[in-house]
């Protein structure tokens, strides 16, 4: 293939990878706004695919639950989540703020396989099998069948009206982290501006690609008499008056008034 057959350089592009939950409006805003030569592509995928998309090219930053397997990748921790159990409308949980793990002891408590939290020991009774997803398990919670105990961002992602959540106080709660590749050497320049509009940089950070700091204007020099080559107007000149105040107009009209004293008295009249 000739040179002028070769194909184009392709134009730069990011690649933001997303679980369930996760709400990156307001980042991929920003992004569009300080970035619009770079098109931002949004991929959602499950917690336990996160980290392959990563390792795989498929993403270039995703943000995960933790705890996840850090073989390879780096992760800045964003922001800790709330758990709550998700419950039928008429349950008796439903009539109080919030409960303890203890609450549940009498309650089966669903435990689906793409659960994120990081449980010592389940709370409640386990079901017969777990659910295949978390969409699953809050189906069988509508059915009766049991509670779940999730965190907020996900009750409200799979909200229906006849469920309901509420606070549990001794749970353990779902961390959210952006991650992203782990090299020898400082993020790609795309990586780093991400991690700045996630982090709240300004546009000016010296950090990521940002906006380019805007030319000073120039000053212009005011040139003085002596820069210019004129000659200084008459009446003008720097010379001080040898009594402490300057030559010129001033200098004038201190002797017009000497002049005057030396006849004293007022001037005569002619006839």
Known sequence: MTGSEASPTASPSFRLAYVPGVTPSKWVRIWNERLP??????LQVSAAEAPGALRGGEADAA??????????????????????????????????????????????????????????????????ER???????????????????????????????????????????SRVALSFLELDGEPSDLVEEFIGIVRGRTVNSTRGRGAPTPPQPKQRKRPDAAGTGRKPAAGKTGAKNPRGGSGGSGGAKGGAKGAKGSKGGKPRRRP
């Open 37 to 42: 030569d770079v098109p931002l592509t949004l």
């Open 131 to 173: 659910p295949a997803t978390t969409a699953d398990a809050i189906e069988l919670v509508a059915a009766g069948i049991g509670v779940l105990a999730v965190p907020q961002s996900l009750a409200r992602l799979h909200h229906r009206k006849d469920l309901t959540y509420r606070t549990v106080t001794d749970a353990p709660q």
């Open 63 to 128: 943000f995960v639950r933790m705890p996840i397997d850090r073989t390879g990748l780096a992760a800045i921790p964003l922001y800790t989540e709330t758990t709550v159990v998700v419950v039928p409308k008429d349950h008796l949980v439903a009539a109080v703020e919030e409960v303890s793990t203890g609450d549940l002891a009498d309650e089966i408590v669903l435990h689906p396989l793409d659960d994120t939290l990081d449980w010592e020991s389940l709370p409640g009774k386990p079901a017969f």
